[in-house]
């Protein structure tokens, strides 16, 4: 996609109704672990920034929803993944789009990468 968007909220809207669900319960998710999230777009994708340092991106394509939580958050991860079957790369994960979204497993990634950046605090 070569659009500009302003916000998440442009994003959601240019998929369909049943993806638009998905992805607002993940971004509703990203905010449940913190109340200090700001929200931005990133790479042409939604994102958000913990005190000034990005946090988490995600992104919906045809078949799935990529998440991206950075190299650290899936190397954290790998054995989650592997056990969901889920593909994933040094810095991304993708969630079936036919699938229910793990909610329980992303509140604890972006419960690690919160923790991540606190920790790298000087």
């Known amino acids: ?15 369909p ?3 638009q669900e998905k992805l607002l319960e993940l ?23 913990y005190k000034g340092k990005p946090l988490v991106y995600f992104a919906a394509y045809q078949k799935h929803i990529g998440f991206y939580p950075g190299a650290e958050g ?3 991860f790998e054995r989650d993944f592997e056990e ?4 994933f790369s040094k810095g991304a994960v993708q ?8 909610f329980d497993l992303i509140t604890k990634i972006v419960e690690f990468r919160i923790d991540e950046i606190e920790r790298k605090k000087p």
């Not at 070569?2 to 994003?11: L, R, S």
């Not at 999230?37 to 994708?45: A, D, F, H, T, V």
């Not at 969901?84 to 593909?87: A, I, L, P, S, V």
């Open 95 to 102: 969630f079936p789009i036919t699938e229910s979204l793990p």
């Open 27 to 49: 971004r509703n998710t990203i905010h449940t672990a913190t109340p200090d999230l700001e929200e931005y777009i990133g790479y042409q994708m939604p994102a958000f920034k």
């Open 1 to 15: 996609m070569k659009n500009t968007f302003k916000n998440i909220d442009e994003y959601v809207l240019l998929f």
């Open 17 to 19: 109704i049943n993806v």
């Open 74 to 76: 899936i190397k954290n």
């Open 84 to 87: 969901r079957k889920y593909k």
